[in-house]
């Protein structure tokens, strides 16, 4: 099989399929990322121990060549607190997009702040250290089930999607799914793209429960995410199928405990955490690479994925899609192609996105892949970038198990 034949449109008949009640009850519910039971507080001196994910992707000697510095992350979620001493001076102005009382930056959980944290985090004051801390943050607040505004936009996912298109962030991360279709949502997504910007969601976090399609994740033009533990292994949680193009990091992850931001929580991030580590590796390539497309920072990281020795050719994992992010890699060691700035490596076809970040504008309101089912497994022995995220391609569903997986993030609908 060649790359092209298992790249050629992410979902065939996608609406077809879903017409009538799933896309109609798909204007109803977004669901958002949470965590389930305690985790392990952490005192914030401690906390840049616990981001072992910046030592196996050796963020130091990335940072000596790029830290996503010029580059903006559209980051749609539960808002995000500019106030944390880790993202003083890091986030831009940005969207309500629930139309009820409160600001972008009012966190309703802390699930949004960390995910902005993760992706451009200084780390100052004892905070989290963002994987590019030079890129800035424009926060798109969405409603979740734990949001109690009242009157609530029923398509605040669509016009935070389209207001982030209309804005001068290159990338969009949105660490929040639902199992629901919806037409207006998979319209600004389109939209999104029509604009050159790159889009990234999580592939979700039932994989041993039910493991349904999420979207927007499942949508021809974003980039679905998986989560992997610290060996490189997948993770129990992540769900997997066709819609799943790469993986990131998701277990054992420092956020903030709540929307109080008194104190970090360690636990598993899940494909949420996944995305924001994605995103900002894109912020890191393209910081270093401002002319290149969207295409041709994508296929730079599907090709400079962490692979395994006997992943065959052409094939795309459904666990982990075309690997494990490795922004090093990328970035120090040149691995990876830009190719045709119009080709998308999502869907094979053209795409009209430029590279330049979109003036602002006024905002109103699927590629299949044939990939094999390899599943990722633990490995000692390290990746060429001498981190721990080592991969062994195994054949066995089994191998996906891990031990020890006590928080999990998971979708809840919003209320609206």
């Known amino acids: 099989m060649t790359a092209g034949m298992s790249q050629v449109r992410k979902r065939s008949a996608l609406c077809t399929m879903r017409r009538g ?90 699930h949004g702040t960390t995910m902005a944290e993760l992706i451009a985090g200084t780390g100052k004051g004892g905070g989290l250290r963002g994987l590019a801390p030079g890129a800035k943050i424009i926060p798109m607040r969405v409603a979740t089930k734990d949001f109690k505004g009242k009157g609530v936009n029923p398509w605040d996912d669509a016009v935070a999607i389209r207001a982030a298109a209309d804005s001068d962030a290159r990338i969009i991360s949105m660490s929040l799914g639902t199992p629901f279709l919806s037409y207006r949502e998979q319209d600004a997504v389109k939209y999104a793209q029509s604009k050159g910007k790159l889009f990234f969601a999580p592939a979700g976090n039932t994989g041993n429960k039910g493991n349904k399609r999420e979207y927007p994740a499942s949508y021809d033009e974003v980039v679905g995410v998986a989560a992997t533990d610290r060996e490189g292994r997948v993770a129990k949680y992540s769900q997997h199928g066709d819609f799943v193009d790469i993986a990131a990091p998701g277990n054992e992850i420092p956020y903030w405990c709540d929307a109080t931001f008194t104190k970090y929580c360690v636990g598993n991030g899940g494909t949420s955490a996944a995305t924001a580590f994605t995103s900002a590796t894109a912020a890191l390539i393209w910081s270093a690479h401002p002319d290149w497309t969207a295409n041709q920072v994508l296929r730079v990281m599907f090709e400079s994925a962490g692979r395994g020795d006997d992943w065959k050719p052409g094939t795309v994992s459904n666990y982990v899609g075309h690997g494990i992010v490795r922004p090093n890699a990328a970035i120090n060691r040149g691995i990876g192609k830009p190719g045709d700035p119009n080709l998308s490596p999502l869907t094979n076809e053209k795409t009209g996105g430029s590279a330049a970040p979109s003036a602002p504008a006024s905002s109103q309101a699927p590629k299949e892949k044939q990939g094999s089912d390899a599943v990722v497994t633990g490995s000692s022995k390290s990746t060429d970038d001498n981190s721990q995220l080592g991969l062994i391609i195994g054949g066995a569903a089994a191998a996906i198990v891990v031990a020890g997986v006590a928080y999990v993030l998971v979708r809840r609908r919003r209320t609206a």
Do not use: F, H
């Not at 896309?23 to 392990?40: D, E, F, K, N, S």
């Not at 940072?63 to 559209?74: D, H, L, Q």
């Open 21 to 110: 009640l799933l896309c109609t009850v798909a204007a109803l519910g977004v669901w958002a990322a949470g965590t389930i039971g305690a985790a392990p507080e952490v005192v914030a001196a401690d906390i840049r121990s616990k981001q072992w994910y910046l030592d196996a992707m050796r963020a130091e000697d990335i940072w000596k060549s790029s830290t996503g510095e010029g580059i903006k992350v559209a980051v749609i979620d539960t808002g995000v607190n500019s106030s944390t001493s880790s993202l003083r001076g890091q986030v831009l102005k940005g969207l309500d997009a629930t139309e009820s009382e409160g600001e972008a930056t009012d966190d309703y959980t802390g």
